[in-house]
């Protein structure tokens, strides 16, 4: 294919794990560029394992994994699905809102960026090992004594990618990561205007160029041809976003510093009120149009070539709130139809 065509990859968080075997599989033979998977359903390293034994050349992405395992438990689980993919591997990585952090692992809010950088120089260095070289590391958060491992890495440095979505883990990821995930809360004037300076600034501290860093985004999407399936596809979009956003402060304030604050203050207070129905309502026609992709295979088409020149490559995450398991299925099946051969 020509090396000038978009790659596409395909999102597929919240599926069946057995459905996401079946569609890594057809992905794959359809010539998408990556498979991500994040860890808010499933363990997204075990999913990716799985998918390495039944894909041949696929990308396959962490979309991402957040940093609550030890950097010894993730070092050893990307080395083995390194070595499983055959190097198809890339780690996507994230520090999720700190309330998650807090509530969910134990694991303290502050000083975020400072605990990525040094998370990241950990993996790395545990990614490096040697069986005659062991780990020993002393710093603010993570300490390591003694780690061996018994046979050198898959390969020179693992790719990590760092989801950021404010200015300063921006900043920070244009200084020392291989790539960035940009979540779908994101507009192109806000890459222009925000994040491209933000990575530049970082690229430029460290003595980079952006040429060193892959920029990944995604669009929720659903490729129809019915009018029907189309705005039960919006509305599906309205309750995710009312339920997952609304109720998050660190949301709140991306969704806000897009232009969306009115919307925000409108949902957020309806949620704090328990009032569903009044949260989904809030969510604007606006909002439904520039974050999400719904339409016919040329619309859908037409629509991620308005992004694919900004970025390294581009993932859709074909729509999933509402629909049984073979609904998704079937979604899935149409966005690879759609994309696929587009490499």
Same mark, same amino acid.
């Given at each position: 294919?020509?090396?000038?065509?978009?790659?596409?990859?395909?999102?597929l968080?919240?599926?069946?794990?057995?459905?996401? +075997?079946?569609?890594?599989?057809?992905?794959d033979?359809?010539g +998408?560029?990556?498979?991500?998977?994040?860890?808010? *359903?499933?363990?997204?390293?075990?999913?990716?394992?799985?998918?390495?034994?039944v894909?041949?050349?696929?990308?396959?992405?962490t979309?991402? $994994?957040?940093?609550?395992?030890?950097?010894?438990?993730?070092?050893r689980?990307c080395?083995?699905?390194?070595?499983?993919?055959?190097?198809?591997f890339?780690?996507g990585?994230?520090?999720?809102? $700190?309330?998650?952090?807090?509530?969910?692992?134990?694991?303290?809010?502050?000083?975020?960026?400072?605990?990525?950088?040094?998370?990241?120089e950990?993996?790395?260095?545990?990614?490096e090992?040697?069986?005659?070289?062991?780990?020993?590391y002393?710093?603010?958060?993570?300490?390591? *004594?003694?780690?061996?491992v018994?046979?050198?890495?898959?390969?020179?440095?693992?790719?990590?990618?760092?989801?950021? *979505?404010r200015?300063?883990?921006?900043?920070e990821t244009?200084?020392?990561?291989?790539g960035?995930?940009?979540?779908?809360?994101?507009?192109?004037p806000?890459?222009?205007?925000?994040?491209?300076?933000a990575?530049?600034e970082?690229?430029?501290?460290?003595?980079?160029s952006?040429?060193?860093?892959? +920029?990944?985004?995604?669009?929720?999407?659903?490729?129809?041809?019915?009018?029907?399936?189309a705005e039960?596809?919006?509305?599906?979009?309205?309750?995710h976003?009312?339920?997952?956003?609304?109720?998050?402060?660190?949301?709140?304030?991306?969704?806000?510093?897009?232009?969306?604050?009115?919307?925000?203050?409108?949902? $957020?207070?309806?949620?704090?009120?328990?009032d569903?129905?009044?949260?989904i309502?809030?969510?604007?026609?606006?909002?439904?149009d520039?974050?999400?992709?719904?339409?016919?295979?040329?619309?859908?088409?037409?629509r991620?070539?308005?992004?694919?020149?900004?970025l *390294?490559?581009?993932? +859709?995450?074909?729509?999933?709130?509402?629909?049984s398991?073979?609904?998704?299925?079937r979604?899935a099946?149409?966005?690879i139809?759609?994309?696929?051969?587009?490499?």
């Open positions: 294919m020509s090396s000038d065509r978009p790659k596409i990859g395909i999102g968080a919240r599926m069946h794990p057995q459905d996401m +075997l079946t569609l890594a599989r057809e992905a033979e359809a +998408l560029h990556a498979i991500t998977v994040g860890d808010s *359903s499933y363990d997204s390293l075990a999913v990716l394992s799985a998918m390495s034994a894909t041949h050349r696929i990308k396959l992405v979309n991402v $994994a957040t940093w609550t395992r030890t950097p010894v438990t993730l070092a689980a080395r083995s699905l390194d070595y499983l993919s055959d190097g198809r890339i780690l990585l994230g520090s999720m809102p $700190a309330r998650w952090n807090e509530e969910h692992h134990g694991i303290s809010g502050e000083a975020m960026l400072s605990r990525m950088r040094e998370y990241v950990l993996v790395r260095i545990l990614w090992a040697t069986p005659d070289t062991p780990v020993d002393t710093g603010r958060f993570y300490n390591v *004594s003694g780690y061996r018994h046979e050198p890495p898959p390969r020179p440095g693992i790719p990590i990618y760092i989801g950021a *979505s200015r300063r883990m921006i900043r244009g200084m020392w990561a291989d960035i995930l940009f979540n779908w809360n994101f507009t192109i806000w890459f222009k205007e925000t994040a491209f300076p990575l530049d970082g690229v430029r501290r460290s003595g980079r952006m040429d060193e860093l892959e +920029l990944v985004a995604g669009r929720q999407v659903c490729v129809t041809d019915d009018r029907e399936e039960q596809a919006r509305v599906a979009f309205r309750r976003v009312a339920r997952s956003y609304f109720a998050v402060d660190y949301h709140q304030k991306i969704l806000t510093s897009l232009g969306f604050g009115e919307e925000v203050v409108d949902g $957020a207070a309806a949620m704090a009120r328990g569903r129905d009044g949260a309502n809030a969510v604007s026609d606006r909002m439904v520039e974050f999400t992709i719904i339409g016919t295979p040329d619309e859908c088409r037409q991620a070539s308005e992004y694919t020149p900004l *390294s490559w581009f993932w +859709l995450s074909p729509s999933a709130e509402g629909l398991r073979s609904e998704r299925l979604a099946r149409r966005v139809e759609t994309f696929g051969d587009a490499q």
